[in-house]
């Protein structure tokens, strides 16, 4: 159906061209310098965590159920941690390794692993020729650089509202032996907010993968982040797996770095016993022990996964009014016009929009010039290529509520200004 500016007169869409550029002089003039990119917690997000540092100091007890915070040892980190960790995914203590601080790193060197090494007695990804990454799009840029860093193609797979499109993941996984993994996010998944259905969880746990060394990578960065009391509920996948049998599929990655800290939380892995044993191998070469002092201090002020849901209780306080703000602006500016869609997630970081097919760029370049950052348009898709330039990722975490609002205000304009040149262009 033609959007607004496509029903419009010539002489009315000029019209509403120059009205929209003075809009935009008059932004100009205002020497705006917002930035609306990337996924960070605010400083009242972060001033939440504040209490934590004085938990540890010269007087604390060092000490983890007897396990030593303070000096090497205890590889798959502190027993707390692990099972705080475990519990917040719904597995076994045994099966989980808290280290370091960062999820992405994990998975990094998951993938290197797999890539140099092998894994599961097959022989490393880098001797077969070219092999392959499922790419979930619009998905999450560090997940698909991680890929493309060593030379692994990424494919990319549709999005639906439920999760990726399962009968083209079944199509590539169970046919191709050069499919070695595939990235998601199955939780208000980076950027779209949406939390994969019951069924995308039961045919990803039921894949028949065509390589034996084929895992799913599963990132579950916002598995406690709910902006609303009754959260999205996603199955546990490892239930799944176990209801049939399956060993062997899947890792599953999270850490505290959007509960506490960025970065100077603690982050974790768990996979079946086997594929574990294979990590806990190769992250031993990496490393004499996890840091472990940052765990001690998480575990004693997160005590377990109540205390987590109540410590992110109060971060969802701090974030739903900026969701609620992107969703009122974006409604009010945009509602009526058929220009744009975007999600109406229920937790996360980001809200994911699409404007009219070859906008994106021209609405992320104006905006800069407007005095916007956005984050770069395609960056959600594998090597940056958003195939129909629509996608742009929202992020209104960080920027404080006044001028998170002040950037949506600039984005109406600049999103319909591009939206009314398009269709000025197709006459
Ligand atoms: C989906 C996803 N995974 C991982 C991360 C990074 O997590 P970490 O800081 O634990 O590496 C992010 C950060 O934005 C993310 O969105």
């Known amino acids: 159906m033609p959007n607004a500016y496509q029903q419009m007169s010539t002489a009315d869409l000029d019209a509403a061209i120059a009205a929209l550029e003075a809009q935009t002089d008059q932004i100009r003039a205002l020497g705006l310098k917002l930035d609306m990119a990337r996924g960070k917690p605010s400083v009242e997000q972060t001033d ?8 540890l100091t010269s007087e604390s007890d060092l000490t983890d159920e007897g396990a030593p915070a303070d000096n090497y040892g205890i590889p798959d980190g502190l027993p707390s941690a692990r099972r705080l960790a475990a519990d917040l995914l719904g597995v076994d203590a045994a099966s ?14 998951v993938v290197v692993n797999a890539y140099t090494k092998g894994i599961g007695g097959n022989a490393p990804w880098c001797t077969q020729g070219e092999v392959k990454f499922l790419c979930p799009s619009p998905g999450y840029d560090r997940h698909f650089a991680v890929t493309e860093r060593y030379g692994i193609v990424n494919i990319p797979i549709a999005m639906t509202a439920d999760g990726p499109d399962m009968d083209e993941v079944e199509r590539l996984v169970n046919s191709d032996p050069q499919v070695k993994g595939m990235w998601c996010v199955p939780k208000y998944a980076n950027p779209t907010g949406i939390t994969y259905s019951d ?91 996890p840091e472990k002092l940052s765990q001690l201090a998480h575990v004693r002020f997160l005590h377990d996964v109540e205390g987590i849901r109540a410590h992110m209780a109060r971060h969802a306080e701090v974030l739903r009014p900026r969701f609620e703000l992107v969703q009122e602006r974006l409604e009010a500016g945009l509602g009526d016009l058929g220009i744009a869609t975007w999600t109406h997630p229920h937790g996360g970081y980001f809200v994911s ?12 370049a104006m905006m800069a010039e407007l005095g ?17 330039d629509t996608n742009i990722r929202i992020a209104p975490t960080f920027p404080s509520l006044a001028d998170l609002g002040a950037a949506l205000d600039v984005f109406v304009v600049a999103a319909k200004l591009v939206a009314a040149r398009l269709a000025r262009a197709e006459r």
């Open 199 to 289: 069924d995308v969880v039961r045919r990803i746990a039921a894949l028949e993968p065509a390589a034996p060394d084929f895992r799913v990578f599963w990132d579950n960065a916002y598995i406690v982040h709910d902006l609303y009391d009754e959260g999205d509920s996603l199955l546990n996948i490892f239930d799944v797996l176990a209801e049939s049998g399956r060993q062997n599929l899947v890792y599953e990655f999270a850490s505290t770095a959007k509960v506490t800290f960025p970065s100077s939380g603690m982050a974790f892995v768990t996979a079946s016993p086997a594929d574990i044993a294979e990590i806990r191998a190769a992250f031993s070469i990496e490393r004499v022990s």
């Open 48 to 55: 939440l965590s504040r209490p934590m540092l004085d938990l």
């Open 372 to 388: 916007v950052t956005l984050t770069g348009a395609g960056a959600t898709w594998p090597y940056g290529k958003d195939p129909h």
């Open 96 to 109: 989980v390794l808290v280290c370091g601080s960062s999820s992405l790193n994990l998975m990094h060197d």
């Open 353 to 364: 929009f699409d404007g009219p097919e070859g906008s994106a760029k021209a609405t992320v």
